[in-house]
């Protein structure tokens, strides 16, 4: 399994912690997208069997995730918002194709990537608020160290759906490509209160 090339600093998890109700409305918008994401491709592909089922279990995760995150929000009484675009994955969907297997194995390498900085990132906060005193916090670290082994379970769909639709001799050359882009757009995201 592959491994990303840049690490989000440790300064992004302590600014999202101390602004978690900023951060929540862009987590709930970034599980929903994700679920969204996933159904567009059984939609898109339907013939393709093994990729429908692995993307309607995602899609069910996603948006369960969201369902989650939404209560938390309702908890804590702060409101959906609008969406944002997200500069971190329009980055990466800029150097994506758009036609035929090149699309499918640019979407799937795209969805591991994601998946796993969205894993990196909720470990961090997970282990940033249950590091803070308070019964609250460490629920809440809970929360985020399940939804990080969540992503990394969703990272490997993706990407053994790339190898068993596209010959590893595409995947892993283009797998390359991606993985230096999102280092560089990582290293150029500024600290915010949300996930990318």
Not at 13 to 30: C, G, I, K, M
Not at 53 to 68: G, P
Not at 99 to 128: H, N, P, Q, T
Request: proline residues 5%; hydrophobic residues 40%.
């Amino acid at each position: 399994m592959f491994k990303l090339r840049a690490t989000t600093p440790p300064e992004w998890a302590t600014y999202v912690a101390d602004h978690l109700d900023e951060f929540l409305p862009d987590h709930a918008a970034a599980e929903r997208k994700a679920s969204a994401n996933a159904m567009h491709l059984v939609v898109r592909y339907p013939d393709k069997l093994d990729l429908v089922d692995a993307m309607i279990e995602v899609a069910r995760e996603e948006l369960e995730h969201f369902h989650q995150v939404f209560h938390l929000m309702r908890e804590r009484n702060i409101a959906l918002t609008r969406d944002e675009p997200d500069p971190y994955v329009n980055a990466l969907l800029d150097h994506s194709r758009s036609s035929g297997s090149d699309r499918l194995l640019d979407r799937l390498l795209l969805g591991s990537i994601i998946e796993y900085r969205g894993c990196e990132r909720f470990a961090m906060l997970g282990r940033e608020l249950a590091a803070r005193p308070g019964a609250e916090e460490a629920e809440l670290g809970e929360f985020y160290r399940v939804l990080a082994a969540s992503e990394a379970k969703h990272r490997g769909d993706f990407y053994e759906l790339a190898l068993q639709y596209i010959e590893k001799e595409k995947v892993e050359p283009r797998l390359d490509e991606f993985l230096d882009v999102e280092a560089r757009v990582v290293e150029e995201l500024p600290i915010r209160a949300a996930l990318h």
